[in-house]
């Protein structure tokens, strides 16, 4: 067990606490996640088979479809989007599907969140980019 | 950020509550990749388009944008491809259910004065930038496209972003528009001439899985043909995020860096071998398939001739489909190429495409097909196996 605070850059504000759930691969929300259930489809990728929904979903940026924004908005829509998102260095597509989505949205933390941020650790995200990681 | 007088009175809603939000979502996207300023754009291309992709919650979006009688600035505007053929749906097995929401994403698109070209190829279909020219383009293979075989700038836009530049006429000043961002950082020495398009689209999907937000510098690769570059970036776009490349003595760009800015990039060698690799990776190892999908990203003209000619005095076995933009198919049917094709047994296709139209009701396990990027979505998109082969292999094996 350990507590943990990171600072970043706050790009869609939210304050909320949840459950990481972290990868160090790109993810493309159009083909990689089915935005009714939330679930990781994308057949080679490590979060493959992970449930998204309610999760703070820590991966370095966006790869793949430019569709992947209105998949995040109709995420938000359907009830099956991510808490929040923390990206390495986000994208344009993520960034976009989130501020339409309102999904908080924080990027370039000074530590690497891939590397101390932990699946299933309790992370709790603030409006002006704290991030406060209990594992 | 430097916003003109106009700018600001498009953002003060000034113009009416639809520019206003375009430009709002144009001002947060500059603020976040610290924009400067923003610049004026030529031309934009908008994807988002498949009732199947962006479904209820994106259909009441675009109708509340078409509501607040906004009208695209850029005339040059394209759509990416929709669920269906607006001819031959029938034809595609669509339930009525489905053709008549995709229909009332298209007059949406029509009411903001997008042209509906529905294709993955503008650049095929009228909407060709030139080089230097500042554009917002959506559809991975197409950004990827205009950025390195046309030399057009823009970054990988969303669906969305690139209709509010459509709209508005801007785009934020960042990223891919500015030179520094341009130059290569990693020199990819290809040990092999690729022989065919997957050769060619499996090198792009294999590099954007390892450097997967890098500006690779490909040398080694001989002559590449329009086709195969188009296949290269689509592959590069869909395992990763890359959405330019230079390849040597062939792109726009590529004679702008010197020694010096390649003497700095990382190194790696490919062969033939790993790509093979990666393109059985990416394969079913069973020969057994139901039906060959050919045009992902849509055919050109060169394309279709080629499985044109080689259908003459064959008959398909299989399912087979081609898909293509409206524009080259008139071309094709001038040249007698699509009466070759449906004549075979075969069906050519416009406005749609295998990933973005729903075809899981056509109750196929496994489709073949030459496209790394197809066989990377369709798994997960349309829930079928993907077998990947050459174009002249597909058709072989079916006719």
Same mark, same amino acid.
């Given at each position: ?13 939210? %304050?909320?606490?949840? %459950? ?21 489809? %994308? ?93 | ?14 113009? !009416?509550?639809?520019?206003?939000? =375009? ?15 923003? *610049? ?52 595609? !097995? ?47 293979? +197409? ?15 969303? #669906? ?25 950082? *990693?020199? *990819? ?47 590069? +776009? ?56 050919? #045009? =992902? ?55 749609? =495409? ?17 496209? =790394?990027? +197809? ?25």
């Amino acid at each position: 067990m350990g507590f943990l605070r990171l600072k970043g850059r706050s790009l869609v504000k939210g %304050e909320v606490e949840g %459950e990481a759930l972290v990868t160090s691969q790109p993810i493309s929300f159009f083909g990689g996640v089915n935005p009714k259930t939330g679930f990781v489809v %994308e057949k080679n990728h490590e979060l493959y088979g992970e449930k998204v929904t309610g999760k703070i979903l820590v991966f370095p940026y966006g790869k793949g479809s430019s569709v992947g924004s209105y998949v995040l908005y109709a995420m938000a829509r359907y009830g099956t989007a991510p808490l929040a998102i923390i990206n390495l260095k986000t994208d344009p597509i993520i960034a976009v599907g989130c501020a339409l989505a309102n999904i908080p949205l924080i990027d370039r933390l000074d530590k690497n969140p891939l590397e101390t941020i932990k699946t299933g650790d309790k992370v709790k995200v603030f409006l002006d980019g704290w991030v406060e990681v209990e594992g | 950020m430097y916003l003109t007088r106009e700018e600001e009175k498009m953002l003060d809603g000034e113009y !009416g509550e639809g520019l206003a939000k =375009c430009m709002r979502l144009l001002v947060v996207l500059g603020e976040i990749f610290e924009a400067e300023k923003m *610049v004026r754009v030529k031309s934009c291309h908008v994807s988002g388009v498949s009732y199947k992709n962006i479904g209820e919650p994106g259909l009441e979006l675009l109708k509340s944008f078409a509501m607040e009688n906004v009208r695209v600035k850029v005339k040059k505007t394209t759509l990416n491809p929709s669920g269906m053929d607006r001819k031959k749906w029938r034809r595609m !097995g669509l339930p009525e259910n489905f053709v008549q929401k995709q229909t009332e994403i298209l007059k949406a698109f029509k009411r903001v004065g997008v042209n509906l070209t529905c294709s993955c190829t503008p650049y095929l279909a009228g909407n060709k930038p030139k080089p230097g020219d500042y554009v917002a383009w959506s559809e991975s293979s +197409a950004t990827v496209y205009v950025n390195s075989v046309l030399g057009a700038r823009t970054n990988r836009e969303s #669906g969305l972003s690139a209709l509010a530049s459509a709209i508005t006429g801007r785009t934020p000043y960042y990223g891919y528009l500015l030179d520094e961002n341009r130059k290569p950082n *990693v020199k *990819v020495k290809v040990k092999f001439k690729p022989s065919n398009v997957v050769e060619a689209g499996g090198l792009g999907y294999l590099i954007g899985k390892i450097f997967p937000e890098r500006v690779p510098f490909f040398s080694g690769l001989g002559f590449m043909d329009f086709d195969w570059l188009k296949a290269l970036g689509a592959g590069l +776009a869909s395992s990763g995020a890359v959405t330019l490349y230079h390849v040597e003595n062939l792109t726009p760009e590529a004679k702008l860096f010197d020694g010096k800015c390649l003497a700095e990039a990382e190194k790696f060698e490919v062969e033939r071998e790993d790509v093979k690799k990666a393109v059985e990776d990416l394969s079913e190892a069973e020969e057994r398939f139901d039906a060959v999908f050919l #045009g =992902c990203p849509h055919y050109s003209l060169n394309q279709l001739k080629d499985v044109a000619y080689f259908l003459r005095g064959r008959k398909v076995k299989a399912k087979l489909w081609v898909f293509t933009s409206r524009s080259v198919y008139v071309k094709a049917k001038g040249l007698g190429y699509v009466g070759l094709i449906e004549k075979a047994g075969g069906l050519v296709l416009c406005d749609t =495409c295998m990933v973005v139209s729903p075809l899981e009701n056509l109750g196929l396990e496994c489709v073949c097909t030459d496209s =790394c990027k +197809a066989a990377h979505y369709l798994p997960s998109t349309n829930r079928v196996k993907v077998k990947v082969k050459s174009p002249f292999e597909c058709l072989e094996a079916i006719s």
